[in-house]
Every structure is written in structure tokens, then in C-alpha cells.
């Protein structure tokens, strides 16, 4: 069997928070951090592609998954190498055979709900019927496990605020955590680790990227049409927000069959869609308050 041919990747480290000095209430002048934001130009094979605004937290990791996302790349082998130089704020991507009609794969460009203005080459929707998530199942005691992991995290939200999270679990168990300035960069930059990672089919036999039939994607922002599909292309069958859905966010997940829960803080949460997926234990949400 030919070895797994990953591709290499920097490792661009940023500075993730900025200090500046503002004036409160009282007129008192008092230094505070928060979160930097920086904008990323991608090149793939030398031609411009689109230019990111992000934190900077893991931005290989990024470009990678934005490209899987996008459906630009179809197997994390078809990239050489990603490099990220600060310096000009490039990233450049060099494949292995290039990509074939590039040019017709970006011409249609969606500008999606997602902050720091999220893209979507192509139809978004082309590509929903086709997706097939495996069989999952998660438990009330695991949501509320997921919850509280997230509750407990250190995080650049708590200490500069103004950046979204998100998150991928197995069962209760905390796989990765990303924060940038859009949701939809933190969970481009969750498809990109996933794609990173090696998972056996057998003993001996590795095969590239992580399957995501026993995970659970979490996300502090709503779930968008953009989300939802993001999240399923991954084959992330479960997904969880405090927050709550759109309308086509709900709609997609519905035909997909995904299970969406939001409005998830404590014990409290609201099961939109794919209520078959969660395994309730309602005894343990307590008693509930009239």
C-alpha cells in the first residue's frame, strides 16, 4: 500500500489578542485586549484565490479546510504543501496536479450570513441531496457533558471577547477547540485538522482523514444553511450551538437528516431537527420551573 502522502504545513504563529486602551463609564482610561484580526490572501498554484479575514489561530489548518469546503480539493493528498508568511499576509497552496477548471469552480460566488462575510463558491444547495450521514446517536448526559466542557474552556472570548468558537467532540471527549473572528472560519479550520489526522480501517491499514460518524460539532454561533452543510460535508451527523437556526438552516437539516440542538447553556436546549439522533434522559434536566 503507497504511504500516506500528507501535505506540508507551516506552523505561522500570530499574536491572537491586541492591546489598546479605552475609557469606561466613569471616564476612566484602562487597557483591555482584544481579539487581533488579519487578512489572509490565498493562493493556490500561484493564482489568487480569495482572501480571508481571520484571527490567525491556526491558519494552514484554515486554508486547508476552506478548500475542502468549498469543494475545491477533493482529497487532502492533492495538496503538496501550504505556506503561511505573516509578513505579506499570504498563504500559498501548491497541489500536487492542480485543479481542474478552477476557474468555473470559483466563478459563482455566495456571500453567506457568516461573520467576517463567509463565502461559498458554486450552489450551495447542489450538493445536499446527495450527502448520506452515518448512524449516530448522542445522550442527554453526553449534550450536557459537551456543554459544560465548553463552559470550563480557557478561551480568547473570556479574556477579549468579540470571537466565535467552535468544537469537535467524541462522545463528551474534547477533540479540538478553534476560535476566530467567523464561525465559519473555525469550523473550515476543524475540517482542515480532521483532514490532518490518519484513523486505521484496519490493525494495520491507516487511511487519511477523520470520519466524523461518532462526532458531534459544536458551534457558539447560530446554525446557518452554511453551517449545516459544512457540518455534514465533514459527516458530522450531530451538531450543537447556544445559539439558535435559521430557516434554511433548519430546512437543510431536515432533508439531510442532521440533529441540530441549540439554545444549549445549563441544562436547557431545543432539539430542531433529527430528534431520533438524541437519546433523552429527561430526569436529568431537573425540575422544571412554571
Known amino acids: 500500500m503507497s504511504p500516506i502522502k500528507l501535505p506540508r504545513l507551516t506552523k505561522a504563529i500570530a499574536p491572537l489578542t491586541h492591546e489598546v486602551v479605552v475609557v469606561n463609564e466613569h471616564g476612566e482610561a484602562t487597557p483591555i485586549s482584544i481579539p487581533a484580526e488579519r487578512a489572509l490572501t490565498v493562493y493556490v498554484d500561484k493564482r489568487e484565490l480569495v482572501t480571508l479575514m481571520t484571527l490567525g489561530a491556526h491558519p494552514e489548518l484554515l486554508v486547508l479546510g476552506f478548500l475542502r469546503n468549498q469543494r475545491l480539493i477533493a482529497s487532502v493528498q492533492d495538496i503538496e504543501s501550504i505556506t503561511v508568511d505573516w509578513g505579506v499576509g499570504a498563504a500559498a497552496v501548491k497541489t500536487r496536479a492542480g485543479i481542474d477548471n478552477i476557474e468555473e469552480k470559483t466563478a459563482k460566488r455566495v456571500v453567506t450570513t457568516g461573520c467576517g462575510q463567509g463565502s461559498v463558491f458554486g450552489d450551495m444547495m447542489e450538493e445536499v441531496d446527495s450527502l448520506v450521514l452515518p448512524a449516530a446517536k448522542l445522550t442527554q448526559a453526553q449534550l450536557y457533558g459537551i456543554v459544560n466542557a465548553i463552559r470550563l474552556k480557557e478561551s480568547t472570548y473570556k479574556s477579549a471577547g468579540s470571537v466565535h468558537g467552535c468544537a469537535l467532540f467524541k462522545g463528551e471527549e474534547l ?116
Request: with cysteine.
Open 175 to 290: 477533540l479540538i477547540f478553534v476560535e476566530d473572528v467567523g464561525r465559519h472560519n473555525a469550523i473550515d479550520t476543524i475540517a482542515g485538522w480532521m483532514w490532518m489526522q490518519t484513523e486505521p480501517v484496519t490493525p494495520v491499514t491507516p487511511v487519511a482523514g477523520m470520519t466524523g460518524e461518532d462526532k458531534v460539532f459544536y458551534t457558539t454561533g447560530r446554525l446557518t444553511s452554511e453551517m449545516v452543510i459544512k457540518s455534514a460535508q465533514m459527516g458530522v451527523p450531530i451538531v450543537v450551538s447556544r445559539s439558535g437556526i435559521t430557516q434554511m438552516g433548519h430546512e437543510v437539516a431536515q432533508r439531510i437528516g442532521l440533529c441540530t440542538i441549540g439554545r444549549a447553556t445549563n441544562k436547557h436546549f431545543l432539539c430542531y431537527s433529527g430528534q431520533d439522533r438524541l437519546v433523552f434522559e429527561t430526569e436529568l434536566a431537573g425540575v422544571k420551573l412554571r
